[in-house]
């Protein structure tokens, strides 16, 4: 009897909120989308109010196996305009990286194991700008999970090795409980400090429920500096050849 | 005067007491300035430019630790330095660090740009030792800049903000630290940590200088006075002025620097003065005349002394209010603090010592006091008056000599502005510093701003030479700079041998195009000391491995040679150029209080001796003094800095008196009618006895100078006890023999008013100092 009441706000909670993990990759599928090309214009605020902007162009292609090709252009400032860079990003393995540099007329691999590492020199990281592997981390509801119609999801990476690999200890996901659409993130230091959000500011809904980002700041909140990626020209219908993705295309 | 003083004796009392009191308690509010940038004016160019500097590169003062060992690649340190370098990471209160485990090694490897951390892995065998080493000695952001480059020490360097205090952030490096001991020897250092110990050490000197200054005077009063009712009307007189100047410090919203530790000081040596004067001519008048009553007798003391103290005391001040001249900001408020203090000591002096006289008189007056001549000190007295009558020619032309070749030595006078310095040798902060200057780079920086698109490649490119040639300048320890980081970043896109390895791309797309590419692979933050985020400022810091005032002269020399048709705008600043403007202001400040002083003493005494000749003459021995000690501080390597640069005018200021002293002696002996020679025995035998113990006792209170854990103060209390013997010899031997030599017209005019009048009849002016140091003599 005693036992069944104290099991009772259990068996309550776990009725109510379906799996963490389920949500997470629910969410992940809905932000999933097979290719798409986009105007993506980044801006970048130092706290002395000073401000970088880049505008590139973006295409994407994901693959079912969890890979994912990116091929981006520079089209702003005027100075690495015609720069482009090809990304390949294996969830297994190491991301694969070229940059082709047109003034200096060369093309270089760049090598990186840190998805935590900044994406263009912003506040957001590799790893934000694409779908991490859900087998990556743990994920459990928060205390507060369920309540203000939010999904409150707390990832911790599997291993130290994968912290490493991200950059962070903790990421705490703020999900719509209704279209399971992610609407902020927060991101704890080792020392178990929140060091950075993500906030979704604008989405741009597609087919079947699925939706893309459209608008999201970050905040580092130990640098105090800001990043905020834009997307424009979305075409989510775009045709892409496996044959885009390749060294020559980068040069051409 | 002398009735009102006894009529309101209680009330000067009162109000001397309450003044000094109130002015004490605010003590305790003083605040310590370590910054030795606050030293030198605000408005002053260097300054200017180091704030733009800093307030777009953040401040460059940076803290360096030390791990020292015979070699430091073992696994055991180098887990030490990681484990430091994580938690150092994790402060606050510091903003960016460049250690082992930060600096990274740009590749270019199989077609690939690969900016990896220079330790990957600790290495476990000697074979990955070895490549390591190899590693470092290649790699220019880690050769002696976190190793050095003979691997027995390697270092972490951070640049501190100020989101927490600095002895905040300190404690915490310290804790840290400690909390990761290791076989390492591990030292701290760089000007956050000199500005914390020169805090401490000030509070320290201030606990043990001052009291121990107290007690030498109050021995050499109790030697000279004899009593202690007699000792303590004068020592009260040093304790109220010095409480009232110092309180001062806080009342003016000032804070006490290395040199405001010389106020104190100076009050004990000079303030008691014009008491000793007091006290001991009441207690000679009381001997003489016992039967009158105390009012006469007062009337007697004040009226004979009020004259020679007052000149004294004006002389004095104008000697020190020569430090106003200084653009030295401590150095102008110690003459306000001194000044003020002399000013109430002679106030006091004039005031509350008849009161308490007034009161304690009877009680005291034949307590004291025997004539007693002693055999040695009269002997040496007389040879010495005999020898100045005979050979007065000879005295001045040896002096003068003395003064050429002891003079010749101020060619040699080095300025040193350099805080480290100011630390014994065998000081674990010099010690550290000397490390860091010796094998990596120095702590010390000149900072060079250019404003402009740096991804020009004319600015890159006219950067790139500046780099190149200053790192070839002797005393310069390394160069960092934007134009540096491009080469290392066109080593990663091009092969050994090709055309555009290590070179600056010839075009700003270039340019552009490769900080995109380290932007891909590295962190913009490995550079955000060299360029700001819009590539609109870059920042070229150079390190010195010798930060003497020569090298910075020298380096900025060749800065503005460099930057003369730069295609960009050029600020110039940083720590070490603020302080060879210091060092400028030094020698301005040397000059102009020099000056200011010397001429204000000239006039004074041509007022007092009613003569210009007189000024000229009495200003004799000060301006061989000021050769002297100047060449004595040339040929013992003594540098002017802050604290030396104060000598002058505080020297003028007390080495006068004994001028004063001696010259009022003479005339008075004079017109009595005597004969120079005769003048002139007399005047040694008396005045001269009273001027030798009164030097003793300014020297005995400057002493406790050498109790200081500065090095510069201890110079300071050496080179005060020079100067001091130096115009002590000058009025007692110089001054007698020019005036027997010359005999100029104005020694032998009426000197004192009408007022002293009865005095001067009596025969003692001046003699009264006399009386005091009878006792002394007695013991001697």
Known sequence: MILSILLVPLLHVSAQQPDAGQIMSKSRDLSLIGSMSATINLSILEKSGATRNRTIAMTTKSYPDGLEKRFIKFIEPADVRGTAMLVVDNKNVMDEMWIYLPALKKTRRIVS?????????????????????????????????????????????????????????????YISKDKYQILKMEFYNIDNELFKTIEIKSIFPLQDGKYMIKNMIASNLITNRKSEILFSNINEQVKVDDSFFSLQNLER | MTARIIKYRWVIIGICLLTGISFGLLIPFSKTDPEIRNYVPASMKSRIETDKIENEFGVQDMIVILFCDSSIL????????????????????????????????????????????????????????????????????????????????????????????????????????????????????????????????????????????????????????GDWRSVLKPFTVVLLSTALSMGLIPLLGWKLSIISLLVPIILVAVANNYGIYLVARHQEISLKNGNEPEGSILKELTSSLNMPILFSGLTTIAGILGLLTHSIIPARQVGILAATGVTAALVMSLFFIPALISLTGKKTRNANLKKVKNSWFDGFLNRLAE??????????????????????????????????????KNNPLRQASDVINKKFGGSQTISVMVTGDIKSPEIMKGIDDLTMQLEDMNGVGGVFSISQAVREMSKGIYNEGERGYNQIPPSTEGIAQMFELYNMSGDQDDFKQLMNLDNSKAHILIRLS?????????????????????????TVGGY???????????????????????????????????????????????????????GFMGFSGIALDGATALLSSIMIGVGVDFTIQYMWCFNTQ????????????????????????????????????????????RFFGYLVIISIGSCLIGAIVLIPAILMKFRPGFIEKKLSNSKTKKHEKENDLINITSAAFTRVGATA
């Open chain 2, 546 to 570: 010798n930060p003497e005032n020569k090298v910075i002269n020298e380096v900025k020399e060749k800065i503005t040679a460099l930057t003369n048709d730069f295609p960009a705008e050029v």
């Open chain 2, 670 to 713: 004079i017109r009595k009618g005597l004969s120079y020679a005769d003048a002139t025995k007399a005047s040694i035998g008396t005045i001269g006895r009273s001027i030798i113990i009164n030097a003793i006792s300014v020297m005995a209170g400057f002493s406790a100078l050498m109790f200081s854990g500065f090095t510069s103060i």
């Open chain 1, 113 to 173: 194991s840190e998805k935590g590492k900044s994406f263009m020199s912003s506040e957001f990281s590799n790893a934000d700008m694409s779908s991490p592997a859900l087998s990556d981390f743990v994920n459990k509801h928060t205390a507060t999970s369920g309540s203000n119609n939010q999904w409150i999801i707390e990832s911790i990476p599997v291993n130290e090795d994968k912290a490493d690999e991200y950059g962070y200890s903790r990421k705490v996901t």
């Open chain 2, 576 to 630: 070490a150029l603020i302080m060879a403007d210091f060092a400028g202001s030094i020698i301005r400040g040397q000059v102009s209080s020099l000056i200011f002083a010397l001429v204000t003493v000239l006039i004074l005494l041509a007022i007092i001796f009613r003569s210009l000749k007189g000024g000229i003459i009495g200003s004799i021995p000060l301006a061989a003094s000021i050769l002297v000690v100047f």
């Open chain 2, 387 to 424: 020898m100045i009558v005979k050979h007065p020619g000879r005295i001045i032309l040896s002096s003068l000599i003395l003064t050429i070749i002891l003079s010749s030595g101020i060619l040699l006078v080095k300025i040193e502005t350099n805080q480290e310095k100011y630390f014994p």
């Open chain 2, 74 to 225: 073992t696994s055991g340190n180098l887990k030490q330095i990681k484990a430091i370098d994580r938690d150092f990471s994790r402060l606050p209160g510091v903003s960016s660090r460049i250690s082992p485990f930060t600096v990274k090694t740009i590749k270019n490897s199989e077609g690939m740009m690969v900016a990896d951390p220079l330790i990957r892995k600790i290495p476990s065998d000697s074979s990955e030792v070895t490549e390591l080493t190899k590693e470092i000695l290649s790699n220019r952001f880690a050769r002696d800049i976190v190793f050095s480059s003979d691997m027995t020490s390697a270092s972490i360097t951070a640049t501190i903000n100020r989101s927490e205090t600095e002895d905040i952030t300190l404690q915490k490096v310290d804790s840290i630290i400690g909390a990761h001991p290791g076989d390492a020897r591990i030292l701290s250092g760089g000007l956050p940590y000199i500005r914390n110990h020169i805090m401490k050490d000030v509070n320290r000197d201030a606990m043990i200088i001052v009291p121990i200054a107290l007690i030498i005077m109050l021995l050499v009063l109790k030697f000279t006075l």
